[in-house]
């Protein structure tokens, strides 16, 4: 079908505008999987341009609107997956391929929030993509997930508590690496915005409603 048909030029052009912030979803939610998020975001973008006309509500929130579909159809692919016979051809969610490797000269805390981030239960994990990252506010982060909002502000408040817990423990593990002699040995040689005995206070944003 022709780009855009089923829904009027205005949509159209904003679902093009969306398409980074789609992508950049679709990466997270297959972690990191190249050809599975192309796939998942083109899987997306068919059916938000075959079925705007008549879904979307005009004036209401595209974007969540859109990324709703992106996370129904992969849902949809983890439950076809998870009920294929281990001798069938499986489509992987990338259980096994590795995030878009950090320059080792990056800031620190960006390192461990990522790591800590990605090391998150599922559930908690795209919760808090939502609404930290994509700074959707809670009803719209449930709307997208279909959950209550109660629900979704229990696992973003339960997420970010994991986040601080492992970043201490982190820091902590650091602080005693420097106090060894060939950690300080190793410290002394890194550039000063990687040195292993510093971690930023590191603040996420709180939505509103």
Not at 29 to 46: E, F, G, I, K, P
Not at 96 to 124: G, I, T
Request: glycine letters at 4%; one cysteine or more.
């Amino acid at each position: 079908m022709a780009v855009g048909q089923g829904v009027n030029d205005e949509i159209t052009a904003e679902l093009i505008g969306l398409v980074p912030a789609l992508r950049r979803y679709a990466l997270f939610l297959t972690r990191y999987n190249v050809q599975d998020a192309d796939d998942l975001l083109q899987d997306t973008l068919v059916r938000a341009f075959e079925n705007g006309a008549k879904q979307y509500r005009q004036g209401t929130n595209l974007k969540a609107w859109v990324m709703r579909i992106a996370y129904n159809r992969f849902m949809d692919i983890c439950r076809r997956a998870s009920t294929r016979s281990d001798n069938q051809q499986k489509l992987e969610i990338n259980t096994a391929s590795q995030p878009v490797a950090l320059d080792p000269f990056q800031n620190l805390e960006f390192k461990e929030m990522s790591e800590a981030f990605e090391e998150l239960p599922d559930k908690y994990r795209r919760t808090l993509f939502l609404v930290a990252v994509e700074q959707f506010n809670y009803s719209e982060a449930a709307t997208i997930l279909d959950l209550p909002i109660g629900t979704v502000k229990s696992r973003v408040a339960r997420a970010r508590k994991i986040l601080k817990d492992k970043l201490a423990s982190r820091e902590n593990e650091n602080d005693t690496m420097a106090l060894h002699p060939a950690g300080a040995e190793c410290n002394a040689a890194l550039p000063d915005n990687i040195k292993v005995n510093i971690m930023p206070t590191v603040k996420l944003a709180k939505p509103v409603g």
